[in-house]
């Protein structure tokens, strides 16, 4: 069975300071991988999706960029972090093929960011 | 692009009662999915339906597809604490490749 692994759980950052998150799926090859944001008692916001190795479609033009260095690794990275960066990110993944298909998400990352 | 909206943001539901929250889309879908997310926990999967009217049932849950494929609705029947959390529909238009998600139904129940 597939599983989605996401690290940290939560992070604590200063303004200012660099970032990684990583995602990793097991047991599917060639996933379509994605990454989302959402606030505090909000939607999900689309920012990145990638439908194979070094392939990444952004969405929202940010401080933000992301990486695919290997088929089923995904990296969300800042250079500088914002306060509005702060919330709550998750990574998910669907057959490859149309990227409109079924998505299962991994359990996120709490960013905040003071 | 194509957007979808979701009514109402919130629900507050007694402990036994029914409700529905509804899933309104700007232009035709090809499918619609259903989301629930625990609080604190991160989106799962529940459902997805493709076909013009199509119903499906979940134990108390049952969803369904508008005629047109622009709409869709989740019903819970005799609500329990275990259906707390929000419910997010999600959609991709007749030619967008991204999957674009509602703002959610957040349900909250009174025992």
């Known amino acids: 069975s597939q599983t989605i692994h996401q690290w940290p759980a939560t992070l604590v950052q200063p303004v200012g300071s660099p970032l990684s998150l990583e995602c990793t799926v097991e047991?599917?090859?060639?996933?379509?991988l994605y990454w989302y944001r959402q606030a505090a008692g909000r939607g999900l916001q689309l920012l990145f999706y990638s439908v194979g190795i070094g392939q990444i479609s952004s969405e929202v033009p940010q401080n933000l960029s992301a990486s695919r260095p290997q088929d089923r690794q995904f990296i969300l990275s800042s250079k500088k972090l914002l306060l509005s960066d702060s919330g709550f990110y998750l990574c998910?993944?669907?057959?490859?093929?149309?990227?409109?298909?079924?998505?299962?998400f991994g359990p996120g990352t709490r960013l905040t960011v003071l | 692009g194509q957007q979808v909206m979701q009514i109402p943001q919130y629900q507050h539901v007694q402990e036994g009662e029914d409700f529905t929250t509804y899933c309104n889309s700007s232009?035709?879908?090809?499918?619609i999915q259903w989301y629930k997310q625990r609080p604190g926990g991160h989106p799962v999967f529940l459902i997805q339906?493709?076909?013009?009217?199509e119903v499906k049932k979940q134990k108390r849950l049952t969803f369904q597809f508008g005629e047109a494929k622009k709409n869709s609705s989740l019903h819970i029947t005799a609500t329990q604490t275990t259906d707390v959390g929000t419910y997010f529909c999600a959609g991709p238009g007749a030619n967008d490749y991204k999957l674009s998600f509602g703002a959610g139904t957040t349900v909250t129940v009174r025992a």
């Open positions: 339906l493709v076909k013009s009217g």
């Open positions: 232009t035709t879908l090809s499918n």
């Open positions: 998910a993944w669907s057959p490859s093929g149309r990227i409109t298909d079924t998505q299962y």
């Open positions: 047991g599917t090859s060639n996933p379509n």
